[in-house]
Structure formats: C-alpha cells, structure tokens
C-alpha cells in the first residue's frame, strides 16, 4: 500500500514539474508576443498613465483597457459630464448607481445616461454613476446632490448590478452586507449570513492567477465569456432572509429619500453575463422584488447565447456600446410608460 501511494506521489510530482517547465516558456513567449494589461489605467490626453479617481473633479482622461481607450469627462461637481442634457430645463433625469451606470469602458457620448437623454427633449440628466459603490455610497451620493440644489421634480434611475444567486465582485447585496458590517449599522447583522458559492475558492483563486500571469489574462480575453459561464454553472445557496431584509431596507430609504425631494424612483436591476447564460436574472429579480414596495424592474436580455456574448466586454465585464444602448431603450421604454 505504501509502495502505490509513494508511486502516486512521485507521478503527481513528475506532473507537476513537467507542467511547470512547459508553462514557463508559454508565459514567457506570451508576454513577448501578446502582452495583455490587468484591469483599466487612466492616462491623459498625451497618453501618460496618471493616477487619479474615476470621479475626480475638473478632470479629462483616456480609460485605457486591452478592450478599449475611451475619453472620460469629469465636471466640477465630480459628476461624469452627459453631454446630450439640457441644463436650463427644471424637469431631471438622476442616475445612480456603480461602474455600469458610470459607464466604464464606453466614452462619454456611449454611456447610459447619455444614450437615454439624447432621446429626450428639455431634460437635465445627471449621472451620480461611481465605480466601486455599493447602494449605501450612492444613497449618501445622491443625497449630497440633491441638497445641493433646488428641488425641481423628475426621476431618479437607479441601476444596480446584484444578484442573489452568485457571488460576483460587485454583487450590490454583498457590497451593502459587508459595508453594514464595517459600520456595525444594524442590530441584525449578526443573524445575516451571507453563504459562500462552493467554488467560490476557485474563482477567487483563478483571479488572483489571472492578475500575475500573462497567459491566464490571454486566455480570458480570448475565451472569457465562455469562463465566466462555466464558473458560475452551479448557483450559490441561497441568501438568508435577513440579508435580504437588510438589502431591502437600504433600497427603500433611497427610494424615500428620492420620494422625499419630488423624485420618482425607478430601481433597475442589472445583471454580469454569467447570470443572463444561466437565464438566473428572473430569480433574483423575485428574491428581492419580496424585500422592496418598489417595482423592480430588468431589461429583456437576448437570448441566444452569442447574443448575449456580444453586450459585454469579454474581459472587462462591464457593458460594451451595444449592451449600453440596450440598456438606454429599456429605460426610455419604461419612462414613456
């Protein structure tokens, strides 16, 4: 018995040096010939990588991916510029929301809230978009904007990427429970569990792979649609009561907040790729549509899956121009209701 497990043992071993001897050169060559970038970097107008926030102040810069160099306008106020809005009109058009609703990857003119208001006539349209938040910053945001300023009416849509049946980077319901927890905000946290996937792990391993090796980041540019589906095959338990609860509660005091000031709100969820393969976006939808008074709306995605590939970025994982402009048409159709 000894003598099979040592044998096992030292063919594991010869497999995984063998492997290694073969990896190496393929990272190296691949680093040589098709070198591919982690995530986004920010560069002037010149080309020169800058360091700066998404939503700094006064500020115009490329966002530069392997997918995509998009210029990027920054107002005074920190807010992304929509350049089809009409600023004399009393009547507002409020967008909330993360990276999406910023419109990461597309230029000023692709993202959502431009491609909404161009549709529009004597409208301002604001875009409170902020990559990384979660819907407790972007309430805190649009209550800043909207002290700012003189009540005049209109409609504040809120697009939020989350999900109730995977744990993805950016998943809002995560984002909310985990911020609660920092803050130590609600007496119910400690009943609030927020299960992990079983491959989880996995996942989390293979991103932490992809941002050191070359040849992993060129296999997801190639193929990583065909990845994110195949990681996310199996759905994760399902949230407890409580942390949809607690999700709930903080979706229904922004949509007060915006009642408050003369705003209709009109929450919009939006969904990654791997959730639209599995046909998994209804379901969330449900889940949290229990824990809200307000109608939670979702684009109709398409359903044929080479269909679905092409409103992503592949890499990026945000909406590309067309996925941003599927998303505009649904907003302009459920606004002219």
Not at 49 to 58: A, E, F
Not at 81 to 95: A, E, G, H, Q, R
Not at 185 to 194: M, R, T, V, Y
């Amino acid at each position: 018995m000894k003598a099979i497990a040592s044998s096992i043992g030292k063919y594991f071993l010869y497999l995984i040096v063998c492997s290694g001897f073969l990896l190496v050169p393929l990272e190296f060559v691949s680093r040589l010939i098709r070198p591919i970038n982690h995530g986004v970097r920010r560069s002037d107008l010149d080309g020169n990588i800058i360091r700066i926030g998404s939503n700094d102040p006064n500020t115009k810069f490329w966002q530069v991916s392997n997918e995509y160099k998009v210029i990027t306008t920054i107002d005074k106020y920190g807010q992304r510029i929509v350049p089809s809005s009409d600023k004399n009109s009393k009547y507002k058009l409020i967008f909330l929301g993360d990276s999406f609703a910023y419109g990461q990857g597309l230029n000023d003119k692709n993202t959502i809230p431009n491609l909404t208001c161009a549709q529009l006539k004597n409208i301002d349209c604001i875009n409170l978009g902020f990559p990384g938040s979660g819907s407790i910053q972007q309430k805190q945001k649009l209550i800043a904007y909207l002290n700012s300023i003189e009540s005049r009416g209109g409609k504040v849509i809120h697009l939020i990427l989350a999900s109730t049946t995977q744990n993805y980077s950016g998943n809002d319901i995560t984002d909310t429970i985990n911020t609660l927890r920092k803050r130590n905000s609600s007496k119910n946290l400690d009943n609030a569990s927020l299960k992990e996937s079983k491959n989880n792990y996995f996942i989390e391993t293979g991103r932490q792979l992809t941002n050191q090796s070359n040849l992993l980041r060129l296999l997801r540019f190639y193929i990583g649609d065909h990845i994110k589906i195949l990681a996310f095959l199996f759905p994760q338990d399902k949230i407890s009561t409580e942390v949809l609860m607690l999700y709930g509660e903080t979706i229904e005091r922004i949509g007060k907040e915006s009642e408050k000031r003369g705003y209709e709100y009109i929450p919009i969820l939006l969904s990654p790729l791997s959730e639209v393969s599995h046909k998994r976006v209804e379901r969330s939808r449900d889940d949290i549509q229990a824990y809200i008074s307000y109608n939670l709306l979702a684009p109709k995605y398409p359903k044929k899956q080479r269909d679905i590939n092409s409103i992503y970025f592949r890499l990026d994982g945000h909406f590309n121009n067309k996925g941003s402009k599927m998303a505009a048409d649904y907003i302009l159709e459920m606004i002219d209701r």
